[in-house]
């Protein structure tokens, strides 16, 4: 329901939030396929997706390429939008995400904006059917 209702590109729009907080079971499909189902905990397990981080920094002092480099294990994401890049990090290792950050820490370059946190269900959800396209492509 979420892809369907959330718009295009297997968006999941504001009802994966609320899902989030409602549901007690979650089924998330592709193409008339169940990808994943159980409490949100299990979706999250399912994703592979077990931290966030995100933080933006200065046009281009980030490349794609670096980023994946200095933070193995990390699917990476570069967005810029109001003269800023904005970088997303989702991590299937909760520890590499914590080495990330004390090496950011130690060398004294950790984004004033840099958050950690839990994936969401839109995330885990955009997770799992951006794996099924790359398995079958």
């Known amino acids: 329901v979420l892809g369907v209702l959330g718009g295009q590109q297997g968006g999941t729009g504001p009802l994966a939030a609320e899902a989030e907080a409602l549901a007690d079971r979650i089924i998330v499909m592709r193409s008339g396929q169940i990808q994943a189902q159980g409490h949100l905990e299990e979706i999250k397990q399912a994703s592979g997706v077990h931290r966030v981080t995100t933080f933006s920094a200065s046009p ?8 994946t480099a ?20 989702q991590w299937n290792d909760p520890a590499a995400a914590e ?19 839990a994936p969401t269900l839109e995330k ?14």
């Open 60 to 67: 281009g002092s980030h490349s794609p390429d670096a980023l």
């Open 124 to 137: 885990c959800y955009l997770a799992l059917v951006r794996a099924e396209s790359q398995a079958a492509a």
């Open 99 to 117: 080495r990330f950050r004390r090496t950011l820490e130690a060398a004294g370059a950790l984004p004033q904006d840099f958050l950690e946190r």
């Open 70 to 89: 200095s933070a193995p294990g990390a699917t990476v994401d570069v967005q810029s939008f109001h003269g800023r890049d904005h970088i997303h990090l």
